[in-house]
T-cell receptor, first 111, second 112 residues
Framework: GDSVTQMEGPVTLSEEAFLTINCTYT??????LFWYVQYPGEGLQLLLK?????DKGSNKGFEATYRKETTSFHLEKGSVQVSDSAVYFC??????????FGQGTELSVKP | DAGVIQSPRHEVTEMGQEVTLRCKPI?????LFWYRQTMMRGLELLIY????????DSGMPEDRFSAKMPNASFSTLKIQPSEPRDSAVYFC??????????FGPGTRLTVT
């Protein structure tokens, strides 16, 4: 069935370190893919998206490329900041109209 | 735009009481989603509406939970009677035809 698998957290990094959060998905067809971010005490908000294979979504220094061959959508950032500390969710819409989320990966960035 | 509005932001109630959570979606959006988030179970979709009609309520945990959307600008999620295991953060989100979902700030429910 439809599912998203993310690397387990928490991920702890020092400021300016390189970030990768892995995401793989199982879906029917080729849905649009999303990364959402949840800052402490807030709701989820869209970070970036990609709508077709080989598209790269980017925002706030974060990037993710839609890889059809490996059914992956890994999130990367070259230099993280303390303010990037949050929980990150990978997601896609299934054919029934539901947004299927991964379990979330907590990122903690230390100064 | 004010974004998705939820009320109350915090609710503390005793077991057995009725709880009503409210949501105002973004104007012009035609789909509305109710989620529940806990440490144990993560983010769960409870129910969603398209054009005010419930499409999938398979995530509603029990008959104690009910949701309505009487018009395009208002939805409620009701728990009656409430139980301690219902304690969670409840989010409402809205979208237009499968685009980005916009989430509200959530209602933190504590049932004692």
């Amino acid at each position: 069935g439809d599912s998203v698998t993310q690397m387990e957290g928490p991920v702890t990094l020092s400021e300016e370190a390189f970030l990768t959060i892995n995401c793989t998905y199982t879906a029917t067809g080729y849905p649009s893919l999303f990364w959402y971010v949840q800052y402490p005490g807030e709701g989820l908000q869209l970070l970036l998206k990609a709508t077709k294979a080989d598209d790269k979504g980017s925002n706030k220094g974060f990037e993710a490329t839609y890889r059809k061959e490996t059914t992956s959508f890994h999130l990367e950032k070259g230099s993280v900041q303390v303010s990037d500390s949050a929980v990150y969710f990978c997601a896609f819409y299934n054919q029934g109209g539901k947004l299927i989320f991964g379990q979330g990966t907590e990122l903690s960035v230390k100064p | 735009d004010a974004g998705v509005i939820q009320s109350p932001r915090h609710e503390v109630t005793e077991m057995g009481q009725e709880v009503t959570l409210r949501c105002k979606p973004i104007s012009g959006h035609n789909s509305l989603f109710w989620y529940r988030q806990t440490m144990m179970r993560g983010l769960e979709l409870l129910i969603y509406f398209n054009n005010n009609v419930p499409i999938d309520d398979s995530g509603m945990p029990e008959d104690r939970f009910s949701a309505k959307m009487p018009n395009a600008s208002f939805s409620t999620l009701k728990i009656q009677p409430s139980e301690p295991r219902d304690s969670a953060v409840y989010f409402c989100a809205s979208t237009f035809w499968g685009n980005e979902q916009y989430f509200g700030p959530g209602t933190r429910l504590t049932v004692t």
